[in-house]
């Protein structure tokens, strides 16, 4: 065994305990992005914030780095970041929001010890954010809530506190909470403390806000009205128990609240604080075997993302994958679970949006980019000493097919590389169809979204134009071979094979199809 497998267990548990891993999570537009840059600016990682939809001089945000997010102000990949504040190093994780890219998001939330739960102060809880809160509660992921955009007009803020218990069943716990009704902040007061931190966006609002810390005396002449109802509705939050307890967090029965605005960075530093201070370091993992791997045992990881292309000087394969236990160091010698092989670690990377700095170490709670680590898939383990397996990361049922193509045949090496990177690094389901072969792959997706950006992709990348004959089926079940031929003769039905795995998959046009074949034919097998 390499001396450098096993680092002394104290050592490595210290690194672990230093590390915070966390994903932003919230519906389209609710500012995760903004969020993400925020915090990086925060830890004086860059020197400037800049926005989604930037204007003038201000630019785009480092974690949308693809040309479709810059062009259009969403995210559609997940981006990892790494930073260190104060003594701690920071694993930030951000998420697509579109429903459509729900597949992505799932599968950094496995990669992930807490979460931060964006509300845009207008909307509240919307359809996106609940959904993925529910991963959350799956998973038993710790949330902390960040109430976004009070600078401007929005909800009440007991409402939104009413909101969030009676909606997914959090007990809300308000750590800050604002002077001013939303539109009109002026600052927050620290309940812990009954500190008031007054705050003001910097000009133009790419630099830090300004922050003056005021007595309650001092805020109360100055705020009048606000700080009295401020004041009023924290007795009213202490009458009804909405105090922070660790226990209660940590087992994602309580999530702790803070007030603030991500575009004018305000209420960001103290958000900042509470993640260093409360949220979870990595512990540790259970496996396929029903144990858990501590930290401090051998080395042990798993691929959680793929991504290609990131740089077009670089033009390679990016596997992400999240250490879970032991000390990583570049050139190491691991094993493929999946396949009992040796994998050499030589091009091992830290991701910053679209930089990348070669990396010699890390630890529990670290995301490492392996490149041109072609040979592994999305959820394979990857261990050194003693033997791990993860659990593998499933996959959504897609809802959205259709017929890829393209007519350039020069170009037809080149269309086949790029459908098999983009099924590599889930993008999309690639389906292999008897009736159309090969050179029409079928590409399944959870949103449509997902097909502009394969075409997208393909055109750019690959330098291949393509075209996409939609099909009318909106429904997918596993299914075996007896399954498939049973629907053979079945007008309207097909079996297609899932390339990834070889998985067999039943398409329907509806679920009133569905049940009507189900109902004729008991013994045939359709399995979510």
């Not at 809530?145 to 007009?153: L, M, S």
């Not at 009992?340 to 980019?369: C, L, M, N, S």
Request: hydrophobic letters at 40%.
């Amino acid at each position: 065994m390499s001396q450098n497998v096993l680092a002394p267990a104290s050592g490595v548990a210290r690194e672990a305990s230093r590390r915070r891993t966390f994903a932003v999570i919230s519906h389209p537009d609710a500012g995760k992005s903004t969020m993400t840059e925020a915090l990086a600016l925060h830890a004086r990682v860059i020197g400037q914030a800049g926005a989604v939809h930037g204007k003038g001089d201000r630019r785009g945000v480092v974690s949308d780095w693809m040309a479709m997010e810059q062009e259009r102000g969403i995210s559609v990949t997940s981006a990892a970041l790494q930073f260190s504040y104060r003594d701690t190093v920071i694993n930030l994780l951000d998420t697509p929001g579109h429903a459509d890219f729900s597949e992505d998001t799932y599968r950094v939330l496995t990669a992930v010890d807490s979460a931060v739960m964006l509300l845009d102060a207008a909307k509240g809880l919307e359809p996106q954010t609940l959904k993925l809160f529910e991963v959350c509660r799956q998973r038993g992921i710790p949330v902390i809530t960040f109430i976004n955009k009070w600078d401007r007009p929005g909800l009440d803020a007991l409402a939104l506190m009413d909101e969030i218990e009676q909606r997914i069943g959090l007990k809300p716990a308000p750590l800050t909470w604002p002077v001013g009704i939303a539109g009109q902040f002026q600052g927050v007061i620290d309940r812990r403390t009954g500190d008031f931190t007054r705050m003001q966006r910097s000009p133009g609002g790419a630099d830090l806000a300004i922050e003056e810390e005021m007595s309650a005396a001092e805020a109360a002449e100055r705020y009048g009205a606000d700080w009295v109802t401020a004041t009023e509705e924290l007795e009213l939050l202490e009458m009804t128990g909405a105090d922070y307890d660790e226990k209660e967090f940590l087992a994602a029965k309580t999530t702790p609240v803070l007030f603030g605005a991500a575009v004018a960075n305000l209420g960001v530093r103290q958000l900042l604080n509470i993640l260093l201070e409360l949220a979870p370091a990595p512990s540790a993992r259970p496996t396929v075997a029903g144990a858990e791997r501590p930290v401090d045992g051998t080395f042990s990881g798993f691929v959680f993302k793929i991504q290609a292309n990131m740089n077009r000087t670089h033009r390679d394969q990016v596997a992400f994958v999240r250490v879970n236990s032991g000390r990583f160091e570049r050139g190491m010698i691991v094993t493929h679970a999946g396949t009992g092989k040796p994998f050499t670690t030589k091009y091992a990377q830290q991701i910053f949006g679209q930089g990348r700095d070669t990396i010699d170490e890390a630890y529990p709670g670290d995301v490492i980019g392996l490149v041109n680590a072609t040979s592994l898939g999305m959820g394979d383990t990857l261990y050194a000493g003693d033997p791990v397996q993860y659990p593998a990361l499933p996959s959504f049922p897609p809802e959205h097919f259709a017929v890829v193509s393209t007519t350039d045949t020069s170009a037809f090496k080149r269309f086949r590389r790029g459908i098999e990177q983009l099924d590599g690094e889930g993008v999309v389901q690639v389906l292999r169809s008897e009736q159309r072969g090969d050179q029409s792959p079928v590409l399944a997706a959870v949103g449509p979204m997902q097909f502009e950006v394969a075409t997208h992709r393909l055109e750019a990348e690959f330098g291949v134009k393509v075209q996409l004959n939609h099909l009318p089926y909106e429904l997918a079940v596993r299914t075996d071979e007896a399954g498939r031929e049973i629907l053979r003769p079945e007008s309207g039905i097909e079996v297609m094979t899932r390339v990834r795995d070889g998985a067999l998959l039943a398409v329907f046009p509806h679920k009133w199809r569905m049940r009507s074949i189900a109902s004729r034919y008991p013994e045939l097998q359709l399995d979510a």
